[in-house]
T-cell receptor
Framework: EAQVTQNPRYLITVTGKKLTVTCSQN?????MSWYRQDPGLGLRQIYY???????DKGDVPEGYKVSRKEKRNFPLILESPSPNQTSLYFC?????????????FGPGTRLTVT | GQQVMQIPQYQHVQEGEDFTTYCNSS?????IQWYKQRPGGHPVFLIQ?????EVKKQKRLTFQFGEAKKNSSLHITATQTTDVGTYFC???????????FGKGTMLLVSP
């Protein structure tokens, strides 16, 4: 089954404790992206990747890192999480350029930073 | 830069009523997509509109792209409780690299 998976689905952590949210897709998509969703603010893009070893900042990249060493994986790293990073995070992928093709979303990761 | 406003932000209807959400841009768009996110779920692609004046239908859903490619709408005929969710109309940046989603329209349908 074609899908985007994220782990963990739920995470409660403390300020400053490094964490990684994994994202994997099995559709051989070139493009992958991370979004965060907050009440009243909609979906905002954090980082995206057009292909392996190619990443770029989205609208809200501060406090986040990403890497794209393999085509299927696009982990999101919070090196020193803060409470303002409490949010619902979505990973997405598309065949090629994110602005031209349908994006497939993962189930989401709900992160709480205390 | 490009900016698309989606209205309304929220609408509550009775089951059986029609519903429309609008996306209006200050600049010409190359294309526009529509997604639906059910409560507790993730966004799911509905359709992409590319051509000026394009109209596409999916059962009770009708999608339109304006003649000037500056606006788009999603119309739902005779809403059902299964239509509940947030509808987004993301649009691409000039290089087609990314989609900007915005806040969407939250639809609530009462039985």
């Amino acid at each position: 089954e074609a899908q985007v998976t994220q782990n963990p689905r739920y995470l409660i952590t403390v300020t400053g404790k490094k964490l990684t949210v994994t994202c994997s897709q099995n559709m051989n998509h070139e493009y992958m992206s991370w979004y965060r969703q907050d009440p009243g603010l909609g979906l905002r893009q954090i980082y995206y990747s057009m292909n392996v070893e190619v990443t770029d900042k989205g609208d809200v990249p501060e406090g986040y890192k990403v890497s794209r060493k393999e085509k299927r994986n696009f982990p999101l790293i919070l090196e020193s999480p803060s409470p303002n990073q409490t949010s619902l995070y979505f990973c997405a992928s598309s065949l090629q350029r994110g602005g031209s093709y349908e994006q497939y979303f993962g189930p989401g990761t709900r992160l709480t930073v205390t | 830069g490009q900016q698309v406003m989606q209205i309304p932000q929220y609408q509550h209807v009775q089951e059986g009523e029609d519903f429309t959400t609008y996306c209006n841009s200050s600049t010409t768009l190359s294309n526009i997509q529509w997604y639906k996110q059910r409560p507790g779920g993730h966004p799911v692609f509905l359709i992409q509109l590319v051509k000026s004046g394009e109209v596409k239908k999916q059962k009770r859903l009708t999608f339109q792209f304006g003649e000037a490619k500056k606006n788009s709408s999603l119309h739902i005929t005779a809403t059902q409780t299964t239509d509940v969710g947030t509808y987004f109309c993301p649009y691409p940046d000039l290089g087609y690299s990314t989609l900007t989603f915005g806040k969407g329209t939250m639809l609530l349908v009462s039985p």
